[in-house]
């Protein structure tokens, strides 16, 4: 059984801060790792796809992935309120159909 | 692009009654989902299709069928729906299942409630 955990939060953090949302996996050949972000009544959307160990940075966004680990982590810089949601992180290995994890709420306040 | 389109956007059955979940996907994505997520809970995997005539289960295929004639279309069918099944609804698409090539596109969502 394939299991990527995720701690459910809520993580609250002020406005202006850094978010720091961590995820583990259980499968030891995944691939690609994802992360999604989801408001309340809304479909999930990709914020961030990582692949390779090491950082990668998209604006106020950095994801970190660590495989002998077996974790991946996302970075929210100078959290804003519109960032409230919550972050699914997904794994996929040998067989390309991605696990995802509960998800955790980020609650960003002024 | 429309991207990936569900529909109803919510639907309310009786238990025993049937339904049809509509997706369509307009960017030529090979792989499509279905996902169920219930309130708090992640997304659990009902069925998959890594191309057209190509179906199989995911995790909770239990109480669900789908087909796949079209690289576009992926109908989710409900028979003999009961109050297990409310739940909301995503589909999702993506170009192929290889790293650099899966990230998933969603859909609106469908919110099926089961009386």
Known sequence: QKEVEQNSGPLSVPEGAIASLNCTYSDRVSQSFFWYRQYSGKSPELIMSIYSNGDKEDGRFTAQLNKASQYVSLLIRDSQPSDSATYLCAVSGGSYIPTFGRGTSLIVHP | ??????????????????MTLQCTQDMN??????????????????????????????????????????????????????????????????????????EQFFGPGTRLTVL
């Open chain 2, 1 to 18: 692009n429309a991207g990936v389109t569900q529909t109803p956007k919510f639907r309310i059955l009786k238990i025993g009654q049937s």
């Open chain 2, 29 to 102: 994505h090979n792989y499509m989902y279905w996902y169920r997520q219930d309130p708090g809970m992640g997304l659990k995997l009902i069925y998959y299709s890594v191309g057209a005539g190509i179906t199989d289960k995911g995790e909770v295929p239990n109480g669900y069928n789908v087909s796949r004639s079209t690289t576009e279309d992926f109908p989710l069918r409900l028979e003999l729906a009961a109050p297990s099944q409310t739940s909301v609804y995503f589909c999702a698409s993506s170009y192929d299942g290889l790293a650099g090539g899966n």
